[in-house]
Nanobody, 113 residues
Framework: QVQLVESGGGLVQAGGSLTLSCAAS??????????AHWYRQAPGKQRELVET???????NFADYVKGRFTIARDNAKKAVYLQMNSLKPENTAVYYC?????WGQGTQVAVSS
């Protein structure tokens, strides 16, 4: 069972930046051979994929974050990050980390206009 703990959310003004972190309680081998994902769920909406980084570092992202959000991973620390720049009010959501089908508790991001 994978346990994931997200952190780094908060309240930020439009145009600001946040870096989300996700720490995984698995072995380095399992972590480094797994794709990692960031999802978000806005109020009243379904959870949707934001960005993915594969075990070999290939990145896929939703069109709406192109050029603004960057996913990264540190296999030695068993952590995955989401650097979010130029934040917009519509980016307000709970952001979740996903690894091997398991979810963290989420971290709230609120962007004020």
């Amino acid at each position: 069972q994978v346990q994931l703990v997200e952190s780094g959310g908060g309240l930020v003004q439009a145009g600001g930046s946040l870096t989300l972190s996700c720490a995984a309680s698995v072995s380095v081998v399992i972590f480094s051979t797994s794709a990692a994902h960031w999802y978000r769920q806005a109020p009243g909406k379904q959870r949707e994929l934001v960005e993915t980084i594969t075990s070999i570092g290939r990145i896929n992202f939703a069109d709406y974050v192109k050029g603004r959000f960057t996913i990264a991973r540190d296999n030695a620390k068993k952590a995955v990050y989401l650097q979010m720049n130029s934040l917009k009010p519509e980016n307000t959501a709970v952001y979740y980390c996903n690894l091997r089908g398991c979810w963290g508790q989420g971290t709230q991001v609120a962007v004020s206009s």
